[in-house]
């Protein structure tokens, strides 16, 4: 965390004293605060909007040649905006908003651009779930007549809500946010842009852009600040969006000498690996086996939702934890990791992943053809039906799982490293909040490192596009990042698929490879 | 003159090839496009407006990759931006057109960006004449409620619906023209981007702005294409203007090695003298003999308007010339110089200007204590009245006049030059294509150069604007040229004083400057 004094020097509020103006210096007034900002910021030019060069002479010669500025930077220009000036005496707040844009929820959070303090935060359900749950069934609406910009009204027209709601519950104007920050996808920010995502489905896969300007938020229609800035996180290519560069930057991995692994399991499972000078990314998407995600079954986490499961190794009895303690409702991703884990160490479920009949007993019923195991009776349900988990469900988690640790192999090999050279192993979203490292290591998701070595991150999309709210600093990283950012295009070749059937068994054929299932 | 090869290669319109996306380079569509932009415009970085990247991955697959692009430069960052595409097997026209905001007269010209012909051309009175002929009027009326506001819209909304008229005169749609370029003294430029000119009349005269940023033209208002930019000429300080600087820039002053001089005479006196490494310029109104003006005298050039005067030094028969031979209804500036200096070679006004009784015999009465010339008698002028000249009239033209010389005094003396020394002598505006230079150096207003030396050049003002909508090397100029200016504030001391006191004689107390008079 920085202090508030850094974020003040680092951050988008200056406050400065212009000279005063005389027959021997009779410098317009623009140009006199041009003069200072350009020593204050370090640059050779400020632009100001003109709707502020309309307030300027007023307003400093009312506070008497001194002024509160709002200043942002276009990374990728590395040109200066002064897009407000407040009076330095009165403590009129400056605010802006991050924004993790996710294909299924959106999270906003409000953050004072001085103090770096969050004063509101919220998420709620992308509102283009309405057209598709999945990002290709939205891509495909965009065909239709008015598709796309159906698509962009949705979010634009929700973030305004949120955004005017989030000022109402901190008693702002809309006037007082300056700055967006704003990382998602690159389909999603494709759709906030206005920008067509059709040819990003379609070999060769490519966006409309990959970075995007500093630009003003009206652009997109989103209703802060009339000079207020949006800055939409950068893409490498259609399956690696802004918002894992968020997490990157969240990570700190850019910033490192020793290497580390970020691991970010959303719709797609996206892995960077690097330090100060390189980094390799590679995204889950562009493996046939990995199609639908790698965390395709279970549901997203939320009250009454199966996180965490415990089978005792002899009575086989079931213990579940849900979230918020409500009645079991169904099953988020790390609760069927920690099942699987569990199912395999009670030898429920054998090498392959397959349902052992005689160690399920009466749990394990036929329907249809397919085995499926009682994981909630219908009795302590909160839905009145069993909550059961199918051998389809295991098969897809067993291929997630073997794609997972393929992928990461594949990283750590493609520069010559091994998956225990890792010492720091960053786990993003909800998945790296809610998972545990020991079942994930057991079915051989994850390599076998110490515990300490995994690091929830947390949301690191929307922290990275907090960070740029209050860092200048922060924001030129964005660009270091990119640049540096090599993408490993996973080959499906021989040596894939030889690691991605290796991988398919509970925790791997090489069980060397995890001592501590010993 | 350029040829049209040299203005395509230095021009804002661009035809650019594309290369094809494939699975190895599958970079987004915009930063393809980028890449051989900035190969081609030789820069860093390219901006491209969110509408045209709405459009652009149809488009260039429409166009099998390539596409004619309107592009223009930001002299102060050096910033390129794209802001329009085209087809490049479709002819649709580009247009700019160039305005010289006057504070009597707008002139504004359609110019085809490619060819850099002129399409249409007119001028029209400023509307803000409505308000107060003369700039302090209308700097005071903003000081009412919504006072800038009104004489703003009034710019504006003239400006639109001249450039509407002009597009419809050429076939075509506002859509067509991108790039506005616009000329004109600092109030009227403050005014045209609705800025407070309040402190430009107070000491110590300090405008809001000496350098406008290239905005978007829609940000003042204007009516052009949507993407398309507006590049307002900077101003020095209050009183020396745009308009200058595009008239030095037309007059190429600031690229020879050899001095030369260039002198505006509108409202005030602007005097500029330099070569390619050095320029020194001064404006009239910084001298209080200057105030209202060095032409006060006289009405604007116009049918019926006396231009020439010739008076037969024996039978002091008096000959006048008017614009459009129409029978006579005023005198312009260029009139009254050589009326002064005929009446002066005819002995019939002295060397301090005074009207000589017994030489201009009857032509002279006195009214109410004042005499009056009768220049044109009322059964032969337009208006049913005499035209007459006052002695007063002749008074304020000999201060003038004075005024006039003195400045080009101090300005050359400034450098160590003599006016002698001087080869090249520009007179821009209406004045210079009017002006008699020998009758100018007859009454002492000019110094006593060869004939040749003296060189009209039109209305400098709007042929500067011109030659940024098709060249950026000029665009560049701009900047290079305010750089290099050295401002010289006319210090109404002594010296200055004196050489006014002895310029005030026609034509000079030192009659050995003007040896062509002998």
Known sequence: MKTGLSRTVDGWVRTVNLSLPSLQDNTADAD?????????????????DTNILRELPFHIRDWHYAARCIVIKDPATEQWYLIGI??????????????????????????????GNVLYETSFDNPQLQVGPDVLTRVHACDQPGGLSSLNQMLIQELNRQIHKACQACDLETQDVYFMALAGNTCMTHFFMGLSPRWMIREPYIPVINSPDLERAATYGIQINPAGRALVFPNIGSYFGGDLIAGILHSGIGKQTEPAILVDVGTNAEVVLGNDSWL????????????????????MAGPGVVDRVRIDADSHAIEVHTIEKMPAIGICGSGVIDLAANLFLAGMIDLRGRFVPEACGDKLTIQAGMPF????????????????????????????????????????????????DLKTF???????????????????????LPTGTYRPLGNSSLEGATQVLTSCESLLQIGKIKEKITYLELNVNQTFMNRFSAAKFIPHTDTSRFPSLK
Chains 1, 2 share one sequence.
């Not at 330095?88 to 906003?108: N, Q």
């Open 32 to 48: 006199r605060l041009k003069h200072i900002l350009r020593k204050t910021l370090r640059t050779d030019h400020v632009h100001i």
């Open 86 to 115: 407040l009076n330095p005496l009165e403590d009129r707040p400056v605010t802006g908003v991050a924004v993790d844009l996710g294909t299924s929820r959106v999270a906003v959070r409000m953050v004072a651009l001085v103090s």
């Open 280 to 299: 390799v990314a590679c995204a889950g998407a562009a493996g046939p086996a990995l199609e639908g995600g790698v965390a395709r079954i279970g549901m």
């Open 373 to 420: 195991f009682e994981v909630v009776s219908a009795d302590t349900s909160g839905t009145g039906s069993a909550l059961k988990i199918s051998q389809a469900d295991l098969d897809s988690l067993i291929r997630s799982k073997a794609a997972m640790y393929t992928i990461l192999e594949t990283i750590t090999d493609s520069v010559g490293m091994t998956l225990n």
């Open 426 to 448: 960053y786990v993003a979203g909800t998945f790296g909040t809610f998972i545990d490292p020991v079942s994930a290591v057991t079915i051989g998701m994850l390599p076998d």
